[in-house]
C-alpha cells in the first residue's frame, strides 16, 4: 500500500518543515539510498572494472549490477545497452557527437524542449549544415500529429523529441512518433528526464532507440544518468570520450574498443552514485510505481484546479490534468516570477522553482513569457496538505 506519511519519513531534510516542490529540478533523495552510498565508502571502495582483489571485485559487482537494474526498470530487452553517463544532457550529447553526419540530413525536434535537447541539434547544423526542423505544439503544449507528418521525411536521419515537457507537464505521443519516424527510415531519441521519475516508461512500447535520463530527479545523485540504446543503434553511434577502460587491445600504433557499455564509459566512473541510482531504483519498486502515479494524479488534479481559481493567475500547459504529469507553470499578472518564488519560500516555506527553465523557446515563442514563469512540481513525498497550502499561499499573494 502506497503510504506518504511512511515514505516521508526516508527523507530527513522534510523535517525541517519544508515543502518542497522543485522536483522537476531535483528531487529529494531517500535515507536508503545514501546509506547504500555510504556503504561503497565504507565497505568496499575501490575502483571498478581493473583490480582482481575483493573490494573492486565487490565494487565491479555492485557497479555492474546497476545496468541491469536500469535495464528491468525501462524493460530494455537484454541485447539492448544501458549506458551509465552523467545526466541527460551528457546522454543526449553522446547521441548527437555518435551520429555519422552529412550535409543535409535532418533532425526533428520541437518547441517545448529543454535546451540539452534542443541546441545540440542547432550546433550540428552549423558543424555539418544538417537542416534543423521544429515542430510546434498549440498553446497548451499539445502537438496535432499532422504536424510530425508535414515535418518527418526521408531526409530526417533523427526524431529527438521530450516525453514530458519540464515546463507544461505535458505528456508527448512518443508512441505515434516513434512509429512515423521508424517509418521513414528515421531514428528515434526520447528525453525521458521528466518522464522516468514519474511514468511507467518502457522502451519496447514506445519502439525507441534512444532513452536519455537522469538518476537525481528520481530519488538518486547528481552526477549519474543512462543513456539506452537499441541493440540496433549501439554500432553506429560512436562514444564521446575514449580511453582507460574502453579497449580491448592496444599497440604502439593501434587500438580497439569493446564491445559493450564499457565502450561509452570511459575512466573511472562515478561508482558511488551509480550505486545510489540502483538503489533509487530499488526504492521506488519497493514503494509501487503503480501506487506513485495515482498518488501524484489526485495531487496534480488538485494543484492544477486550485491554481486555474486564483484571481489573476495564468496556468500553463494542457487543461486536461490526464495529459499531464505533477508539473504546474504558473504566473501572477504584474508579478516577477522571481519575486512569487521568493515570497512563496519567505512566507510559506514552499520552495519552486521560476524563470525560463532552460527552455527558452517555449517561453519566448509559445507562451510569449520571455521573463519566465514559476513552476510548482511534486513528488511521491508531497501531500494533499502541502499543495493546499501552497494553493493558499499563490492566492495571498495574488491577492495582496
Ligand atoms: C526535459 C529535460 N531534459 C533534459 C534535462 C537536463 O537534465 P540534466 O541537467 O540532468 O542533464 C532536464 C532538466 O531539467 C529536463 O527537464
Known amino acids: 500500500m502506497f503510504n506518504p506519511s511512511k515514505i516521508r519519513l526516508d527523507f530527513p531534510i522534510l523535517k525541517s518543515g519544508i515543502i518542497y516542490m522543485d522536483n522537476a529540478a531535483s528531487s529529494l533523495t531517500p535515507e536508503p539510498v545514501l546509506q547504500k552510498m555510504l556503504e561503497f565508502y565504507h565497505d568496499y571502495r575501490a575502483n571498478v572494472k581493473r583490480g582482481v582483489h575483493r573490494l573492486s571485485q565487490k565494487a565491479s559487482e555492485e557497479y555492474e549490477q546497476v545496468h541491469r537494474k536500469v ?19 551528457e546522454s543526449i550529447n553522446i547521441v548527437a557527437n555518435g551520429l555519422d553526419w552529412k550535409k543535409g540530413d535532418k533532425v526533428v525536434t ?55 515537457s519540464n515546463v507544461l507537464g505535458v505528456i508527448t505521443p512518443v508512441e505515434k512518433i516513434s512509429e512515423l ?18 511514468l511507467k516508461v518502457d522502451v519496447q512500447k514506445i519502439g525507441c532507440d534512444y532513452l536519455a535520463f537522469s538518476g537525481h530527479k528520481m530519488l538518486g545523485p547528481t552526477g549519474i544518468g543512462v543513456l539506452y540504446m537499441k541493440k540496433d543503434v549501439v554500432e553506429r553511434t560512436q562514444p564521446l570520450c575514449i580511453g582507460g577502460g574502453t579497449v ?72 486536461d490534468h490526464k495529459k499531464r504529469i505533477g508539473i504546474a507553470a504558473f504566473n501572477i499578472i504584474n508579478f516577477s516570477p522571481h519575486d512569487v518564488a521568493l515570497a512563496l519560500d519567505v512566507s510559506a516555506n514552499i520552495m519552486v522553482r521560476s524563470g525560463n527553465h532552460c527552455a527558452m523557446p517555449l517561453m519566448k515563442e509559445l507562451l510569449k513569457k520571455p521573463e519566465g514563469c514559476v513552476r510548482a512540481s511534486l513528488y511521491l513525498y508531497n501531500t494533499m496538505n502541502e499543495v493546499n497550502e501552497l494553493i493558499s499561499a499563490v492566492n495571498e499573494i495574488a491577492i495582496s
Open 181 to 198: 519516424a521508424h517509418d521513414h527510415g528515421a531514428l528515434f531519441l526520447v528525453d525521458g528526464a521528466q518522464s522516468v521519475p514519474h
Open 71 to 89: 535495464a528491468k526498470f525501462i524493460n530494455a530487452k537484454s541485447d539492448d545497452m544501458i549506458v551509465l553517463t552523467k545526466n541527460t544532457t
Open 248 to 319: 580491448t587491445k592496444v599497440s604502439s600504433d593501434l587500438y580497439s574498443l569493446i564491445e559493450d557499455s564499457r565502450k561509452f564509459e570511459a575512466g573511472t566512473p562515478a561508482i558511488a552514485e551509480a550505486i545510489g541510482l540502483g538503489a533509487a531504483i530499488d526504492y521506488i519498486a519497493r514503494v509501487g510505481f503503480d501506487g506513485l502515479m495515482s498518488h501524484e494524479r489526485k495531487l496534480t488534479e488538485k494543484m492544477c484546479r486550485g491554481l486555474r481559481d486564483i484571481p489573476k493567475i495564468e496556468v500553463y500547459g494542457p487543461k
Open 110 to 164: 520541437t518547441l517545448i524542449e529543454h535546451h540539452s535537447n534542443f541546441i545540440t541539434w542547432l550546433r550540428l547544423r552549423k558543424r555539418f549544415g544538417i537542416k534543423v526542423e521544429v515542430v510546434k505544439p498549440d498553446k497548451e503544449g499539445i502537438f496535432d500529429f499532422k504536424s510530425f507528418e508535414e515535418a518527418i521525411d526521408d531526409k530526417t536521419k533523427l526524431v529527438a523529441m521530450t516525453h514530458t
